[in-house]
């Protein structure tokens, strides 16, 4: 099928009908050869990272907003523009092959219009990326709440976090030092010709090069290895389990970090991994199917103890809680786009519940590590200032003195530091 045409339906389904990115791309992808398949993604994750940007241009070119029934046409005119505006296919071509998918989507009308949107846009490019570049907010392809939110919290380096959010991040891994070390599996892949290098900040952290598929992994199906970004890797080794503990982890799906407590402690504790969503409650049993590890999967909400608690106090709670996902901006764009500022109370709420609930279900001298991908101080540093500040039984831990900053209340991972993603920890400690 005509790639332009499968990417111009995926948009639809993201920008028009509210699905995700991850969950559109797979079908999409299915609709073309496989050597078309990464054109697709790139394409899709292209136009989506910087729709509000593309959005921006296009306006100007447009006599007036195009009807909603005409969303088709509108993500025609965006994979057009981003494929001008990229330059890696000659312009000729974008334009006419742009133009003749209004015919198979039975507008034949719009032909002419993005004909003539297209060729305006190649002669006066650069003046109409000016214009749109004024508004701050459309100059990094961010709508207005979310560039305000950002604008406020990080006033200091505000740029830096902002070129971040739309940099592509690397392909990440985690070795499973529980079966080999670093340095080995370092030299496996050299030895395939993967060009890779130690993460400066996370033990257990390489970096590839260039992504590859991961069944070209050496030891994938064995569990040598899983793909985790470097700071989601950092939850392990704060919250410090030992052999013997008994460990909750509140929010588990799709069980990276269930996964790292496992092999942290050789797979010598009791784990309980929650999620309230079934099916991907599934994707964590097959990781610990892959791994060899074992541990109790329940499909209940964490909120909810009085469903699934037994007594039994636990010595270690991993609370990965639900979140605004602005800390992963540059892996998954379409949170730009699916989040909504009015979103963001709700989910504080929902955190503050779950810290309430839980932190009852830690025994005496236990550890919770609170974790979000967030960048919003609303999620973050607030949210355990509020708790803190509530529950007399709990005490702030200073994280590893590599990680702890002065006079601070947790770690703000800002996105794209050390190439990593953006992920707030806190780790509390329950006075006996």
Known sequence: MNVRLVVVRLLQRVLAEGVSLSDALPHAQSQVVEKDQARVQALSFGVIRWHYRLQAILNQCLQKPLKKKDQDIISALELGLYELLAGQSPAYAVIQQTAELARVLKKPWAVKLINGVLRHIQRHGAELQAQADQDEASRHALPDWLYRRLAKA??????????????HPPMTLRVNLDRLSRQDYQSKLTELGMHCSAHPCVASAIVLSQPVDVSLLPGFAEG??????????LAATFLAPKPGHRLLDACAAPGGKTLHLLEHTHGKCDLLALDNDPQRLLRVGENLSREQYQATLLAADAGDPTSWFNGQCFDRILLDAPCSGTGVLRRHPDIKILRRDSDVAPLAAQQQRLLEVLWPLLAPGGMLLYVTCSLLPEENVMQVERFLRSEPSAQLMALPLD???PNSIGRQIQIGENDMDGFYYARMQKCP
């Open 154 to 167: 990080y006033a200091g380096n505000l740029n830096e976090v902002l070129e971040a959010i739309n940099a």
């Open 224 to 233: 040598w290895v899983s793909v985790q970004d470097a700071a989601a890797q």
């Open 403 to 405: 990680w702890q900053r």
